[in-house]
């Protein structure tokens, strides 16, 4: 079982910034996908974000487009978010997520790191 660690939430004003950090436990596993998906309160989990491990190709959910930038280092395993020019709705719990083959689900999810923008 891969552990995933998320780390970098915190409280910040609108229009500020954060970086999101995702670290798995397992050097030597190589998912498909690893994604962000960020939920609030009486409400559905909701994606944000996924990266290909391979290749790089990136989608992003049409709320944060051309705010928030998904990266990552595969000889640390590690999945980031950059949040940029962030909203009071943009205040959830983010969750990294992990699928290891096309067609499957997300299997491994972390614990969540808390992001709150302030108005």
């Known amino acids: 079982q891969v552990q995933l660690v998320e780390s970098g939430g915190g409280l910040v004003q609108a229009g500020g910034s954060l970086r999101l950090s995702c670290a798995a436990s397992d050097l030597t596993f190589s998912p498909y996908v690893m994604a962000w998906f960020r939920q609030t309160p009486g409400k559905e989990r909701e994606f944000v974000a996924r990266i290909t491990w391979s290749g790089g190709v990136t989608i992003y959910a049409d709320s944060v487009k051309g705010r928030f930038t998904i990266s990552k280092d595969n000889a640390k395993k590690l999945v980031l978010l950059q949040m940029n020019s962030l909203k009071p709705e943009d205040t959830a719990i983010y969750y990294c997520?992990?699928?290891?083959?096309?067609?499957?689900?997300?299997?491994?999810w972390g614990q969540g790191t808390q992001v709150t923008v302030s108005s």
């Open positions: 997520t992990v699928k290891n083959s096309p067609g499957t689900g997300y299997v491994y």
